[in-house]
């Protein structure tokens, strides 16, 4: 296995984590945490001829791709209740000034996208 690979992978993962602290929109919110999570898919298959890092990667990319599902569905619920903003502080001043942050819609889109990152991000960990 090369060196310049495994090196590669944990670069791109380590900038998809540096794009996490400088998230202000919602487009950002969904790049970033893609880049991390598509390098670790990477990461966790390294090993390609072992059946434990083969299986490992198919239930990362499994959970993952549910996960993004969840998040954008999320966000198109918070960019159309929103009036069509993508900045989060437009978004939350748009809410505020229409009090709608009390409505069930954006309720279930920031259940929705709580979620979403949760898996994304995984700082639970997932019963295998």
């Not at 991390?36 to 198919?58: H, I, M, W």
């Amino acid at each position: 296995m090369t060196i310049v690979e495994f090196m590669l992978f944990v670069l791109t993962t380590t900038l998809g984590g540096m794009f996490l602290c400088g998230i202000n929109d919602l487009i950002t919110i969904f790049v970033a945490p893609e880049c991390f999570s598509l390098c670790s898919y990477q990461l966790s298959g390294y090993t390609k001829k072992d059946l434990r890092s083969n299986k490992a990667t198919t239930k990362y990319l499994l959970i993952n791709g549910v996960s993004s599902s969840i998040l954008v569905h999320g966000f198109s619920w918070l960019y159309g209740s929103s009036g069509g903003e993508i900045k989060l502080q437009e978004i939350v001043n748009g809410l505020i000034n229409k009090q709608m942050y009390k409505s069930l819609i954006i309720s279930i889109a920031l259940i929705f996208v709580t979620v979403g990152i949760g898996f994304k991000l995984s700082p639970v960990p997932s019963p295998q």
